[in-house]
C-alpha cells in the first residue's frame, strides 16, 4: 500500500519513492504557469480586439433583429467549453477542414477554443456597458460638435471600467476552463518535464485522476493567486476606482 | 549491444548540445535534431504510473525528438489514430487492436509488456471473495450478494477487460449497485476507496495511486499467482502510413523499435514505484510467437 502523501517540500526525509518521482520541479511549474498564461492572454487578446468593435458596432446601432444578436451573444457566454473543445477538436484534427495545418494538440489549437470561450463573454460584458453609458454623456458630446468617432470614444472611456470586467470575465473564462484544453491540447509534457500543451487546470486534473490531492490543491492555489494578480494589475491600469 | 549506461551517456556530446538551445519554453523553438515531433497515445495506465516519462526520456535522449505522449483510454487511443492524430499508440486490449489492425489503421504490431489486473474491494469484504482463485466466482459473487461495483465505463482496455470477465462469469452486471463511472482508473479507485466499492484496477494504476486507499487486493492476477484471466499485456502498434500519410511512421518504427529493444525493455524492468516493479517486458524473446503480428483469431484462410 502505498503511503499518503503529507507533503510536498521538496527536501525532507520520510518519502516514498512516488513523491521524488514526481517532477514537480520549478521547472515544470513554471512551464505550466507559461503555457497557461500564454495561451489565455493570446486567446482574451484577440477576443478583445474581436469583441470591443462588435460591442461597439452593436451598442451603437439600430437595427431589425439586435435583439437577436445580443440573445446570440449572452447564449455564446454559456457555451459548455466541453462542446467548444470537440467542435475545435473536429476542425483542426487531421480528418477536419484546418488538418493540413498539424493543429491538433498544440497551443494553437487551444488558444482557437478558449478565444470561442472568451469572445462571447467580452462582447456581452463590452456590450452591456456600452449600453448603459447614459444618453446624456452622448449627447452632450454630440452637441459640443463631436463626430460619431469622437463619440464612441468618449463611450469607451465612459465604460471602461465595465470593458475591463469583461476583459477579466473573459480571462477567467479562459484560464480556468479545463474541458477544452485537455480535448485540444492533450495535456502533453516533454521528457524534460516541461510543459507543451499542460495547463494549470490541466495539470491539476491530473493530479486529482492519480488521487494526489494534496499536490493537486497547491496547484489550484497557484491558478487561484495568478488570477487575483492579474485583476489586480488591469484594476490599478484602468484606474483604480471599482 | 550498447549497454544501458553507455546508451544514456553517449549522446550528451551530441544531442543536449542541440537540444540545450531548446528548452527556452516559447513554443517555436521546440525541434531538435530531426526537427520532428512523435505523438504517442496510450493509455493512462502507462501514462500515470510515471513509465512513459522514463521511456520517452531515454528515447528523446538517443534520437533528439520531442515524445508527446497524450493518456487517454486505449478506445480513445486507438480513435484518435484512426483520424490520423496520432503516429503510434501502446494500450492494452488485444480485441480493440485487432480491430485496429483489420481496418487497416494499424501496421506492425508488437508484444511490448505486461503486468496484471487484480480485483481491489474494501477490508470488510461484503461479497466474501479475499483470495478466491477464480475471478469469474468472484464476480459471480458480487453480483449475487450485490456488493457495490464500479465500472470504468469509458471503453478502455480495463473495460474492455471487466466486460470479458462478467461475460465469462455468464452474469449480466445491472442494478443499483453496478456503478458506471465512466472515468479514468485514478478516479474510480478514488471512488472505490470512497464508496466503498469493488472494482478491477490494473496492478500499475492500483500500485502508483497517490492517496491513501484503505480498499485492498482481494483476486490477485497472475503475477501473484492468480487466474491467467486477469492477464493485462500491452502491445504498441504504428499508424498506417498508406492510410493517413501525415502521420511520422519512421519515427513511430524508431520508436517502436526502441521500446521492444533490450535498451527500452531493460528501462520498463527496471522502473519501480514504491520498490515494486510494475511492467515485465516480453519483447524480447528467442521464442518466435507470430501472433503478435497479426490479428489474435487470423488465420492465413482469413485471406
New interface residues.
Given amino acids: 500500500?502505498?503511503?499518503?502523501?503529507s507533503s510536498v517540500v521538496p527536501v525532507g526525509g520520510g518519502f516514498?519513492?512516488?513523491v521524488v518521482?514526481?517532477?514537480f520541479e520549478r521547472n515544470y511549474v513554471?512551464?505550466i504557469i507559461?503555457v497557461s498564461l500564454?495561451v489565455s492572454l493570446t486567446a482574451v487578446l484577440l477576443g478583445t480586439l474581436v469583441s470591443l468593435p462588435i460591442a461597439i458596432l452593436v451598442g451603437f446601432s439600430q437595427f431589425p433583429g439586435k435583439g437577436f444578436v445580443v440573445a446570440l451573444i449572452n447564449t455564446g457566454m454559456g457555451f459548455p467549453s466541453v462542446v467548444v473543445g470537440l467542435v475545435v477538436l473536429f476542425a483542426v484534427?487531421?480528418?477536419g477542414p484546418l488538418?493540413t495545418f498539424?493543429l491538433?494538440?498544440t497551443?494553437e489549437a487551444m488558444i482557437m477554443s478558449q478565444f470561442v470561450l472568451a469572445t462571447p463573454v467580452i462582447t456581452g460584458v463590452s456590450l452591456a456597458a456600452v449600453t448603459s453609458v447614459e444618453d446624456g454623456v452622448r449627447d452632450a458630446a454630440y452637441a459640443m460638435g463631436g463626430t460619431r468617432l469622437d463619440v464612441a470614444l468618449v463611450t469607451i472611456k465612459e465604460a471602461r471600467f465595465g470593458i475591463a470586467t469583461g476583459i477579466l470575465a473573459g480571462l477567467g473564462r479562459a484560464i480556468s476552463e479545463v474541458g477544452s484544453v485537455l480535448i485540444v491540447g492533450?495535456?502533453?509534457?516533454?521528457?524534460?518535464?516541461?510543459s507543451?500543451?499542460r495547463t494549470l487546470t490541466t495539470a491539476i486534473q491530473?493530479?486529482?485522476?492519480?488521487?494526489?490531492?494534496e499536490?493537486a490543491m497547491i496547484l489550484g492555489a497557484i491558478l487561484v493567486t495568478l488570477v487575483l494578480l492579474i485583476n489586480g494589475i488591469v484594476l490599478r491600469l484602468g484606474g483604480g476606482r471599482v | 549491444m550498447i549497454q544501458r549506461r553507455e546508451f544514456l551517456a553517449a549522446p550528451v556530446g551530441g544531442v543536449t548540445a542541440a537540444?540545450a538551445g531548446c528548452?527556452g519554453?516559447d513554443?517555436g523553438e521546440?525541434a531538435a535534431i530531426l526537427e520532428e515531433t512523435l505523438?504517442l497515445t496510450t493509455t493512462?495506465s502507462t501514462y500515470?504510473t510515471?513509465l512513459l516519462?522514463v521511456v520517452?526520456?531515454a528515447?528523446?535522449d538517443r534520437y533528439g525528438v520531442?515524445?508527446?505522449?497524450?493518456?487517454l483510454g486505449t478506445g480513445a487511443a486507438l480513435e484518435t489514430a484512426r483520424?490520423?492524430?496520432s503516429d503510434v499508440v501502446l494500450v492494452h486490449a488485444r480485441s480493440l487492436e485487432d480491430a485496429f489492425i483489420r481496418e487497416g489503421y494499424g501496421v506492425n504490431r508488437r508484444d511490448l509488456m505486461f503486468n496484471d489486473f487484480a480485483v481491489v474491494g474494501p477490508e470488510d469484504d461484503p461479497a466474501g471473495i479475499d483470495g478466491m482463485d477464480e475471478v469469474t466466482a468472484a464476480f459471480r459473487a458480487i453480483a449475487e450478494t450485490e456488493s457495490t461495483f464500479i465500472s470504468r465505463g469509458d471503453d478502455s482496455g480495463t473495460h474492455a477487460k471487466e466486460l470479458a470477465i462478467w461475460d465469462e462469469a455468464g452474469v449480466e452486471p445491472g442494478g443499483e449497485w453496478y456503478r458506471v463511472a465512466g472515468?479514468?482508473m485514478?478516479?474510480v479507485?478514488?471512488q472505490a476507496n470512497q464508496t466503498p466499492g469493488y472494482t478491477l484496477a490494473d496492478r500499475g494504476s492500483y500500485?502508483?495511486?497517490?492517496?491513501?486507499?484503505d480498499i485492498?487486493i482481494r483476486v490477485e492476477g497472475p503475477i501473484e499467482g492468480g487466474p491467467e484471466l486477469l492477464a493485462n499485456p500491452y502491445g504498441i502498434v504504428a499508424v498506417n502510413p498508406a492510410v493517413?500519410e501525415?502521420v511520422n511512421y519512421d519515427l513511430a518504427m524508431s520508436y517502436i523499435g526502441f521500446i521492444t529493444s533490450r535498451a527500452g525493455q531493460e528501462i520498463i524492468e527496471e522502473y519501480?514505484?514504491?520498490?515494486e516493479q510494475l511492467f515485465f517486458p516480453e519483447s524480447v524473446s528467442g521464442d518466435p510467437n507470430f501472433q503478435q503480428y497479426v490479428p489474435g483469431d487470423w488465420t492465413p484462410d482469413d485471406e
Avoid: C, W
Fill in positions: 500500500m502505498i503511503e499518503l502523501v516514498t519513492p512516488l518521482d514526481f517532477p513554471e512551464s507559461y500564454y484534427s487531421n480528418q488538418g498539424d491538433v494538440f497551443t492533450g495535456n502533453i509534457v516533454s521528457a524534460d518535464g516541461t507543451v500543451t491530473l493530479e486529482a485522476r492519480q488521487g494526489r490531492f499536490l | 537540444l528548452t519554453g513554443g521546440k505523438t493512462t500515470d510515471g516519462d520517452n526520456a528515447f528523446e520531442d515524445v508527446d505522449a497524450v493518456a483520424s490520423g492524430d472515468s479514468g485514478g478516479e479507485l478514488t500500485r502508483s495511486h497517490g492517496s491513501g486507499l485492498s493517413h501525415n519501480t514505484v514504491g520498490g
